[in-house]
C-alpha cells in the first residue's frame, strides 16, 4: 500500500494495517516449528565443523566459544589443511581446503505511523542488501572477515566491515595470555562483546526510517571510512585490552586524500582503547568494560580549523542460563558513550553557534533466548546534549525544531530462526522524543510518534 498524501484521518487506516502487520507476523513466527538455529557466517561453520550456533547465540551475538574463536584470530578448523612445516630457509604453510566464501541476502518492508512527505510507505526492498564474505583462516595463526556489500538504495557493491588478525598464545604468570595484531575499518568491530556499536542489539535495521541526527563519532559515523591497526591480549580469560590508532580512508576518493565531500578527515591519528574484564559465576556471566575514542577532524578539508572529539564509554553484557527451562538464555547488554567535542571548525563556518558541546547515549536491552529458536528484546535508548539551534537546524523529517539532540524511545525486536540460516524479525521502534521534541519536532508539523516504525525482515546466508 502506497500514500503520497496522508492527513491524520488518512492515516488511521494505516496504523490498523501496520498494527494487524505486526500481530500477524508475531503469531506466524510462534507458530512456526523448526529445528535449531544459528546464523554464523557458514564459511566458519564449514572451517570448523561445528553447527553456527555453537559460536552464536541470536548472531551477532556471540558464546564463550565465539568469543574464543574470534579472539585466537578464527583459526581454529576441523576440516583438512594443506599444510608444510617451516624449515630453515622456507616458510611454512597452513591453508584451508576450500576457499572461505559465504554469501548474504536480505529482503525487508517498513511502514511509518505517519509517511514522510510525499513519500509512499510500505515501499519492499528485495534486496534490501546482499553480502558477500570472506571469512576464515588464511594463513598459520591469521584469519579474517572481510565483507562487502551491495546496497539497493545506492545500487552498487561497496567494502564493508572487515576484521583480520594474526593471533598468538603463551604463558604470562602461569596463565594464558592470548595476543595478536588487529586490522580493521570500523571502531569496536574488533570487538569480543555485543554491547559496543559495531555488532549491538538489535543486530538489523531498516533502511528507509527516519533516525535521529546526533549521533557520537564512535558511535557509527566512521563505520568503512577508517583504517585501523591494533594490538590485543586477553590473560586468564578475564582481563581483555586493546589500542589501536585510525586514519581516514575515504572509499571511492583517489589518494593523496583531499577531504573534500567527506565531513570526517582524520588529523594525525586517532587512537582508540578498549578495557574489559570477563566472569563465569555459576549459570551466570558477566563482562564490565570501557572503551573510547580521540578524534581530530577538519571537514571537507585536511587542513585547516579542526573539530575534536573525545568520547569515553561504559559497557557491560550479562548472561543468565536457566537450566530448568531447557538452558534457555537471558541476555541483557548497556553501553553508556559521553562526547565531550571542540566544534571550531563548525563555529567557524557558522554552522554551529558555540565551541564546546557534549552528547550523552545510553542503551540497555534485554533478549530472552527460547533455546535457539524465538528470541524477543526489547531495548530502551535515550541520547540528550548541548543545544545548538545552528548545529541541529529545523528542517523536515530530519531536522529539529528547538535545537535539542535529544531523541528517546524504545525498540521491540522479534526474530525467529526456522532453520540455522535463515532469519526472520518484525520490528517495532516507538519514539518519545525526536531531534528534540515529541510535537512539531521539525517545526514542520512532524511529531516523534510520526516516525514510530514497523520493520519486516528476512534473511537468507549460505
Known amino acids: 500500500m502506497t500514500e503520497t498524501d496522508c492527513s491524520k484521518s488518512k492515516c488511521k487506516p494505516m496504523k490498523v494495517i501496520g498494527a ?32 553456527c550456533s555453537a559460536c552464536h547465540i541470536n548472531p551477532p551475538e556471540l558464546t564463550p566459544l565465539g ?32 576457499l572461505p566464501l559465504a554469501a548474504w541476502i536480505e529482503a525487508s518492508t517498513t511502514g511509518l505511523q505517519t509517511p514522510e512527505p510525499n513519500s509512499s510507505n510500505w515501499d519492499y526492498s528485495l534486496p534490501q542488501d546482499v553480502s558477500l ?17 551491495y546496497d539497493a538504495q545506492t545500487d552498487h557493491f561497496s567494502w564493508d566491515n572487515t576484521d583480520i588478525r594474526y593471533a598468538r598464545n603463551t604463558l604470562l604468570k602461569g596463565k594464558t595470555f592470548v595476543y595478536g595484531v588487529d586490522l580493521n575499518n570500523n571502531p569496536t568491530v574488533e570487538d569480543l562483546w555485543n554491547d559496543t556499536p ?69 588529523r594525525g591519528a586517532a587512537p582508540y582503547w578498549r578495557f574489559a574484564w570477563q566472569q563465569t559465576m555459576g549459570n551466570s556471566y558477566l563482562e564490565v568494560g570501557t572503551y573510547g575514542m580521540h578524534v581530530q577532524s577538519t571537514p571537507n578539508a585536511v587542513v585547516g580549523p579542526m573539530n575534536t572529539y573525545t568520547d569515553v564509554a561504559f559497557d557491560s553484557q550479562f548472561q543468565h542460563i536457566f537450566p530448568k527451562l531447557a538452558n534457555d538464555i537471558l541476555t541483557v ?42 528470541d524477543p528484546g526489547i531495548q530502551y535508548f535515550i541520547t540528550t546534549g548541548t543545544v545548538d539551534p545552528l548545529l541541529y537546524p529545523a528542517a523536515s523529517v530530519d531536522g529539529s525544531r528547538t535545537g535539542n539532540p535529544k531523541s528517546q524511545g524504545f525498540l521491540f525486536n522479534f526474530t525467529y530462526w526456522p532453520v540455522q540460516n535463515i532469519r526472520l524479525a518484525a520490528q517495532y521502534t516507538a519514539y518519545i522524543t525526536f531531534n528534540g521534541a515529541g510535537s512539531n519536532y521539525d517545526s514542520l508539523g512532524r511529531n516523534a510518534s510520526d516516525n514510530n516504525a514497523l520493520y ?7
Open 20 to 51: 494487524l502487520a505486526l500481530s500477524a507476523a508475531v503469531l506466524l513466527m510462534m507458530l512456526v516449528a523448526g529445528p535449531r538455529r544459528g546464523n554464523a557466517v557458514p564459511s566458519f561453520a564449514r572451517q570448523t565443523g561445528l553447527p
Open 67 to 98: 568469543r574464543e574463536f574470534k579472539l585466537n584470530g578464527y583459526t581454529m578448523t576441523g576440516i583438512k589443511v594443506i599444510s608444510a612445516p617451516a624449515r630453515k630457509g622456507t616458510p611454512g604453510l597452513a591453508l584451508l581446503s576450500y
Open 133 to 149: 564474505f570472506l571469512a576464515g583462516a588464511f594463513a598459520t595463526h591469521a584469519g579474517g572477515f572481510i565483507q562487502a556489500t
Open 198 to 266: 559495531a555488532w549491538g542489539f538489535p543486530w538489523i535495521q531498516s533502511e528507509s526510517a527516519p533516525l535521529p541526527t546526533a549521533t557520537a563519532i564512535i558511535d557509527g559515523p566512521l563505520a568503512q571510512d577508517v583504517a585501523g591497526i591494533g594490538t590485543y591480549g586477553m590473560w586468564n580469560n578475564h582481563l581483555y585490552g586493546d589500542v589501536a590508532v585510525y586514519r581516514s580512508a575515504h572509499l571511492g576518493q583517489p589518494l593523496p586524500n583531499t577531504g573534500k565531500g567527506f565531513e570526517y578527515n582524520i
Open 333 to 374: 547488554h548497556t553501553t553508556y558513550i559521553h562526547e565531550s567535542s571542540d566544534l571550531n571548525a563548525f563555529y567557524n563556518a557558522g554552522d554551529a553557534s558555540l565551541v564546546p558541546h557534549h552528547l550523552n547515549t545510553f542503551r540497555i536491552n534485554g533478549i530472552y533466548h527460547f533455546g535457539y529458536r524465538y
Open 456 to 462: 519486516l525482515y528476512c534473511g537468507v546466508i549460505f
